[in-house]
């Protein structure tokens, strides 16, 4: 039995990845406001992508006897000063998260749930991919710098991703 500790955090994670869910939904109607339809949309997937975290982690519990707790959801940033800086703060961001799962892991194995730590094992790989893929779309920010041109052919590699 997954004790209230652990579950308590795994209902902190759903409202954590509903938080990056949102957050993401909040980046795309920033760049659908500046015309980067591309950006717009790589932004909408990795937002349905963060949903599908929660909602893992929404099953999970139901699979363990668990009670889910949904909790507020916090309002996202809407605007940001450059296009840079919102790489740059889903790059942040991905790093809390990282964090946060890593926290509920060594929280699982203290109460010795093994259950819980295989689980988590899953969110433990996909953190690296998320960060390494945030950290990628900065290096390419930072790379175009002030070029329209690099922009337009950003906006558009990122346009083509079609899956989550
Ligand atoms: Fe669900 Fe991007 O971490």
Redesign the pocket.
């Known amino acids: 039995m997954t004790s209230k500790k652990v579950q308590d955090a795994l209902n902190k994670q759903i409202n954590a990845?509903l938080y990056?869910s949102y957050l993401y939904l909040s980046m795309a109607a920033f760049f659908e406001s500046h015309d980067l339809q591309g950006f717009a949309k790589w932004f909408r997937l990795q937002a349905d992508?963060?949903y599908s975290?929660g909602m893992k982690i929404f099953d999970y519990m139901h699979d363990i006897g668990g009670k889910v707790t949904l909790s507020k959801i916090e309002g996202p940033k809407t605007d940001w000063d450059s296009f840079l800086s919102v790489f740059q703060e889903t790059s942040k961001h991905?790093q809390e998260?990282t964090k946060s799962i890593n926290d509920i892991v060594d929280l699982a194995m203290a109460e010795k749930d093994h259950a819980t730590v295989n689980f988590l094992q899953w969110f433990v790989g996909?953190?690296v991919e998320?960060e390494a893929t945030a950290e990628q779309n900065v290096r390419k920010m930072e790379m175009i710098g002030d070029s329209k041109s690099g922009l337009y052919m950003l906006n558009r590699e990122l346009g083509s991703r079609v899956t989550q």
Request: no cysteine; charged share 60%; proline share 0%.
């Open positions: 990845e990056s992508e963060e975290h991905e998260v996909e953190q998320e």
